[in-house]
């Protein structure tokens, strides 16, 4: 069964765009690769055309894989997010509790993630224990290190 995405608009266009890409550009690049690999004669002992084939397959792969993506995923409207508590789409300023380190992530879907940005996937340790929570909640955090806690000091869109 497939995994229900929640994207915003923007969010969708970008995974539309990057199929666009890999299907109009990266598609004829490895193809032209595997042509001129096989007119270089005996396949069976030719790394560059095993190369290109694999990259080939990767490729198709990660073109399936956004397809899916997009197929189950549901629009959410920013505009209707309610920000009275962690959920889907909304940014949240956390407080190490330990360390007084603040930070501030969105929620997003695992498709979404990009830390560089301040996205988080629900699906991580951290966002999953601030679902539903509040803002002056103090979570704990099980990772690999230890118990972390955090305090939610603002919710937004």
């Known amino acids: 069964m497939a995994t229900l995405n929640y994207v915003t608009e923007e969010g969708l266009q970008?995974?539309?765009k990057e199929i666009e890409q890999l299907k109009n550009i990266e598609r004829p690049k490895i193809s032209q690769q595997i042509a001129e690999a096989r007119d270089k004669g005996d396949l069976s002992e030719n790394a560059e055309y095993d190369a290109a084939k694999e990259a080939q397959g990767l490729l198709e792969l990660r073109i399936a894989n956004l397809e899916a993506v997009i197929a189950n995923s549901r629009i959410i409207d920013e505009s209707k997010i309610d920000i009275s508590q962690?959920?889907?789409m909304t940014k949240v300023k956390l407080k190490n509790v330990a360390t007084k380190?603040?930070?501030e992530y969105t929620l997003v879907a695992e498709s979404e993630a990009n830390l560089k940005e301040g996205k988080l996937s629900v699906g991580t340790p951290i966002a999953k224990s601030l679902l539903?929570?509040?803002v002056g909640n103090v979570v704990e955090v099980q990772v690999p290190s230890g118990i972390l806690k955090f305090e939610i000091l603002n919710i937004s869109r």
Do not use: D, E, P
């Open 14 to 16: 970008r995974l539309r």
């Open 132 to 134: 539903g929570k509040k």
């Open 101 to 103: 380190v603040v930070m």
């Open 86 to 88: 962690v959920q889907i």
